[in-house]
Every structure is written in C-alpha cells, then in structure tokens.
C-alpha cells in the first residue's frame, strides 16, 4: 500500500427527490450486477434507487446520468434496497436488464410482493419493460438478501438464463424463475443444518461461487472442497455454477455462528424437481469477544470476501475483523470506532467507514487510520431547487449532520459511491497502488507508524485494580496540573518514578543540567495566558514552593524508560496541547505549550520520549485534546512551541545542547528562530496611511499615536533589557550547538531543508555569521560577549578549534547551495535595500580568491623544496641522523611516515618518495643503478604538454 493515501471531497452524482413512506424518506441503494458468457456475474458502474412512492431509478456512475425508471403506485413502500441485472445482448439477442424489488402497499389487506421489470432494449434505444410480480403467503416477511443463480444454456432453452433466490430472516429461502412465474424450490436452512437451533435468526446472506469459496474461504479445508468439486477440474464449468451460500445466524445464547450451503446448477430441461438442491457444508462458532457478546442488541452489518476469506463486522462502536481460510474461524482484530454507521471493504486490509463527524479509511491489519476526511465542512449542500414541488420540505429543526450510507466501492475507479439525505454522492480515494498489489502483498507496517487507533482489547490486559489506581493517580495530577501547583505535580510523579529530591537549600552544581527552575516557572507565568485565578494560583505557587531539583542519573536504563512509559506520555499530553488553525481552509493547526514542569520534562528529554510521534500518540489517548487521528506533527512544531512559551530560549538552548535526537527540521527551525531573534533589521509595520473626511478630530487621532507609540517603546527597552543581561549570551551558546547539529547530517538533505524552510533573508543573515566565523577561523561568534578579548574582536590562540573550520565551510557551502545563483541575480541590481546583498557576493568572492592563491602557493612552494625532498630520499639512511639525535639537537627532522599517510596537496600536486636502494627478499641487499632506474621510471606520471604564454 502506497504511504500517501486521501480522501477527496464529496460531490454529488444525483439528485433525488424526497421519498414519502413508511421508511421515513430514507432511499434503498444497491449497486447493479452485469452477466457476461452466460454464468460469470460482475460488478456494474450503476446504482439502483428505490423511493418510496416514486419508484426505482437506475443512475450511471461514470458518467452520470439518469438510465432508466420504473414508476410504482404511490402507496408502495420498499422493504428491501432493489435488486437489478443487466445481462450483455449477443448477435441473436439484446441486452435485457431485469430489476426485483420487495415492495408492500398500504392499502389495508395487501400483502408483501415481489415485483420484476424486465427491459428489453432495442438498436434503435426503444425498450420495452414488462412488469410480473410474486405474492408471498403470510404476514412476517423480512428479508435478509435478493440474489440470483445463473443458468447454463441447453437442450432446449437456447439463451443462458437466472433465477431469482430470496432468503429471509426466519430461515426461509424460495428459489422463483427470472420473470417470477414459476417457483422452482423452496427450503428452510435450520431444518437443513442440524446445528442451527429453532430460535436462530440470519442476520447477513451473501452469495458466492463455489471456485472462489475453494480457492479462498475453504483453501486449508479440502475435505470440504472436495464436496465442491468431486473431479478437482479447475477448467470445468460446474465451479462457476454451483453457488455457495454463507449464512450467519444469531442463536439465542447471543452467539453467532457462520454456516455454508451448497446450492447445486439446475439443468435447463428441467423446470421442477422434488429434491431439495440445498445441502449444508460445514458451520463454525464465530469467536466474539465476551466484552462485545454481552452488550445489548445493537445494530450490526457484516462484509464478507469470500476470495480472501475474510469477515468484517461493525457491532455497536466495535469493528471486528475474522479470518475464516483457516480451520477455525480467528478474530485477527478488534478496533474502537465511534459513531460509525456504515463501512465498505476497499481491499485487502483497508475498510472506508462513515460517521456524522468524518469519513476514514482504516487498516485492519495494523489497527491504524490511513486517511481520514471531516465531514463540518466537506459534505454539498442538499439543493432545494432540483427538488419535485409536489413534496412537502422537511423539517429543518435538526441541525445534526447526516451521515452518508455507503454504497459500494469501485476498485478501477477508485470511488466510493453512497447516498445522503436525498443525493447520491461520490468521494474520490487517492490511493497510489494497483489492485494485483492489494491482494497479493497488502498493507505495510511503515505506512500504519504514528497512525494507529487504541483496541477495545487493549484494556484487558490491566487488572481491575491497577486501572482504578491509575485513574486516581490521574485525577489527582489533572488537579494539580489545573491549578498550576507545578511542585506538587513534580513531586507526586516523582514518588512513583523513584526519583529523590535535592534539598531546597542546597544549589547543586551541575552543569550538564541546563534547566533552571526559578527561570522556567517565571517564563511560563509570563508567557502563559489564562484565567486571573489561575494566574494568581501560578504566581503563589511559583514563590511560595518552587520546585525542587531532581537527582536524575546520567542514562536511564532501557527497562525503566519502558515500565514509566505511561508517566512520559501523560506527562506530555498536559505539557503540549493542539491549537486548531481558525481558517477552514489549513485545517493542520499548531503545537503550543500549557503547562511546563521543569523537572519532569527533563526527565522526558533524557529518557528519548521528546519526538513528535511520542507527542502524537499522547494526545491521540487524551479524550480533551482535538489533534485528528490523520493530522500529522510537522518537523519544527516541537521548537516553535517551545520558543514560544519562553522567548529567552532557556529551554531550547537545554534541548539543542542535550545529547538527544532531533530531526533535521527541529534544527533547522531553531536556526531560524535563533536568526530572527538576533537580527537587528527593523520591521517595517506601518501600513498606507489614508485621507479621513474629517469625522475624528485631530487630537484623538494624537492621543491614539503617542499611546501606540509609547507602548511599543516600553515593549523595545523590556526586550533591550533582556537581551543586554543575557539574551546575547543564551542565544550565542544555543545557536553554536545548533550549527555542531546540522552538520552531522547528510550535505544534500541540509540544502533542501535550508532552501523549504528558511526565507531568503534569513538565509543571507545565516551566510553573512557563517562567513564571520570562517574569517577568525572558529566559533568566535560576535553575539559572544562574555570574553573582553573576544569583545575586541582579539581571540585567544588557543580557543581555535581544529574542527570548527570544518563545519563552518561545509555548512557555508550547504546555505549557499540553498539559496541558489536565481535568488542571488534578483538581489543584484535593485533597490538600496539590497547593497548589503551586493557587498556580501563581493565579499565571498574576495575570500574566495584569497583561499585560491593560498593552494596556488602551497603547490608553488612544494616545487621549490621538491629537489631537497628528492636528494633527502636517495641518502641512505646510514648516513642520516637519528631523529632522537636531531631532537636532541633541536632540529628539523622527518616524520616517520608511511607514503599513503603523507598529506595530499591540492591541484594534483603529490609528494615524491623515491626509491629505496636496498631491498630484503630473505636477506638485504643493495639495488643496483639499473633497477633503481626503472623503478623511477615506473613512477612518472604520464607525460603532459604545457604552452606557457609570456
């Protein structure tokens, strides 16, 4: 299954007009079936309405457009959704469509009908439809299923042929010819299966060939496929003809079972028989959870695919899913959807279902929501114009949103087709896979990570006992965390962590802790807007107990960070909180900060659990929070929160200069937060001013300036303040971490990201710091003002660090990729504010040739000692000195260096070793001038031809 999958707007196919009845104007759908070669049945792009009073319309969904329509009286109800065949003409014949209906009048004394249209259409687009119907005995007729059972051509009927079948809920099954004159058998299921008891009740029916049932549902049963196919001919036709009906029954202990029926051909020559051509197969106990078996009676819909064998079924707020191609039937999962009316399967392990807030595809397989579609916004609006005058408008006093009733689903298309209110609607899957992949390989396990939806089972595995304690413990750390008692939160979780608490009047000094308590309480009064009592509960609580300092451990082991797993997911579900975006158009929305214990999120950050996926996963088990399950968590959401909360960067800079994680877009972010805050470039706010006609005088419009005015001072010298106490300095050790961190990523990826999230002027304002510390040859960052020395732009020698170049040019050359020579050619050439661009490029290309001169007179230099290097190699070494001696004496001597271990000079430029004149093959012995001539001469390099010009 492709990683991208979603759902597309709904849109309207059709309009219907309001159907008057006994159903309450709700239409029956069903989609439309086409036999080709006589016997095989296949899904049609059409769709069959039955309103009440009105009749069955046949709408195409490719095209759309109204097919055909057969009126009914206007006291005719519909009991169950119409049943319609469209059977391919040949050179003989025409195509016919034949469409049954289960209809009762109102009339006092009617009983319940089956009615038939059949439609013969002509070359010539004339049709002729005749109308036949059946009257059942009896008053209780409800109806499970309306089929039909192919008929092979022969002897003396010509054309292949169907016959109708009809299963009801009582058991009864009636098997009637095509034009409904003749009923051919009639059976009942309980007295056929001896495990079905007297009190059963069927609630699902479907029907199915008896080659996919082998090759499918019955694939590890032999035994029973044996009873399907005697001969083991894959190639005959009897396969294709005999029809498998798969029953499930309701017993009266609430259990259900599943059980299958073999539906042998009828021969064409014979019209009757008294044999019954039902036989029962086989039945199975449908494993139910004993949670969902002792619920009360609630609606249930099943979807049976009997080529996979696979049954899915929507019980009350509960979507089971069984595997039934093994011996015994296996519940493979169990997933908690609420509000869900109908589903539809989409393949293998993917099933579209609705509900009045939203449409959603889920995986079974992994227990996961692949896309997911709200439904506030999306859903047309119902048009009143199209509908018939005749009818009354309903009430409008609801203003619940209807849920739509799916359909079917057509896989070539990718659509799903469903009904809402009065319109036939179509919603659009995008889902990049071919349909042979689907069923072959299904979905993956990558594509279901960060996406997955909690399992009814799921509380089962915890006691009675550790669940009530959990709650209390929850309900008590909900009160503090209300409140803003941020002591007593920490203290509590940090009696059941095991953690001890450092003394108040001791200040520990560890400098590998970068969170300062008193700091972060006072940044998350100021920055945390709420409630006058929630702040005066805050401020009380932040100068009357602060928190105190945790004794964390440097690593904590894997076997803790999993058992208080449950602790870091709480812990981060009341810490963030999801902003919703307020235009209906970005429905994405933000991360934000609510409540900040110190102590505790550092014990978050240092056990691994600070990743977007582990926040996703907390607030998707938080009922109060409004993330969407397919909503996902940008790179840079967990950085701009943070920012936000404490604009003085205490808790980025602990982040950045921690040993844990962080993505590439968490970094990148915070450079551009680090960048903004530190530049000096004024904004311009000030809007078009415009002529008033005099209606305010010109002393308010005064007042209003120097008010604005004034105020926006006051917020300049606050933050001038900040910034000259510690503001340089927090920002300076938070954005050289940074750098250290993006550079451990690959060069091609730290290009793309500069180039998507950083605008251009950032960009610049990166290049222009990057080339500063190129220029003084480390991080001698000019924010960094701490150091005298360093404030006179004077460093110390020996504060230069040998890997600081490094990072610098390669990340100089990653923001100048990212910015790209079409950004530099706009800058060039436009208004004043661009000179600073212009003297920039200047700049770069001046470095640029000074580090150029300087390979140019490395190579140079090489040249000149090249001679002495050669004679140096070709003296014994009898008659050197030691390089002890030459020590000793203060002198120059060679290192003891291999050839591969000298170092590379650029422009090609290699070091020449020589030849060594004696050589050791079991003993040593001097090499003669012959040999050492040709072992030079294999040496040189291929010849070269340069023109020197003078």
Known sequence: MASHQAIGAPYTLATLPHA???????PHAACVCSISSGIKKKKRTEIAVGLDGEGISIYSIQNPHLA????LPPQTSFIFAPYSIYRKGNSKSSPCRFTYAFVQESTPGAKAQLVCFTEEIRKDNTSDIVKTSYTLSGSNHQVVAIDSLPVKAGGSQQDASHDVLVVFENGDVICLSFNLEVVRWVANLKTLSPSHGADLRIEHVSLSTAKSITHGLLRNRQDIAAVLNPALDEQSDLLDLTQVLSVVCKQPDSFRTMGLFRISPRSPDITTSQM???KHLTSWNLPFPSSITQKEDSAISYVLHANTGALHVLYGSDLLSFDLAGTLP???SVLAVSDVRTFLRISQDLLFTTSPKACQVLDSKYSSVQAELPLTSSLPTPSKDSRKRKHAEPDATDNSPITPTTISYYADLGLVVGTRDSEIIGIQLEINTSRKRVKTEGTRLIDSIGKGIKSSADDTKLSEHEKQKWQDRMSKLDKYASKGKIARFESLIASDLGIELEKGEDKAEDNSSLLDTSELVNGQASAKDSTADTASQAEHDSVDELPRKWKLPRSIPEGQRLRYKRYALYALSRIFRWIDSPSVEDLRGTLGVDFFPPNVFQWILQSGYLTKDSIRRAMLDDPTSSLSLTTPIRDGEIVRAMVDFDPELHILSAILNHSHYLPIGEVVQAIKLLMQSLDDQPENDEGTRLLTNGESTATDAMDVDIASEMEAASKEIIRAQAMLENGLTVRSSTLRPALIRLHTFPTPVISSTLRSMLPRHDLESLIRLLHHEFRNGGWTSPYHFTDSEALNGNPQPDQADDSAVAIVASLLSCTLDAIGPATWLTAIG????????????????????????GFWEATYIRGLVSELLRYSSKVPKSKKPSQQALQAKNQPYALALKPDELPMLPVGAKPDMGVEKS???????????REMGMLISQRVPKYSFERIVI
Request: charged residues 30%.
């Open 330 to 332: 296996k519940l493979t």
């Open 20 to 26: 008057i009845g006994k159903s309450g104007g709700r």
């Open 276 to 278: 019954s051509p039902v």
């Open 830 to 853: 436009g208004s004043a504010a661009n000179e600073s661009t212009e003297e920039l490029i200047f700049d770069l290309l001046e470095d640029t040739s000074i580090a150029l001169n």
């Open 919 to 929: 050589r050791s093959n079991g003993k040593r012995k001097e090499r003669s001038a």
């Open 68 to 71: 055909t329509s057969y009126a």
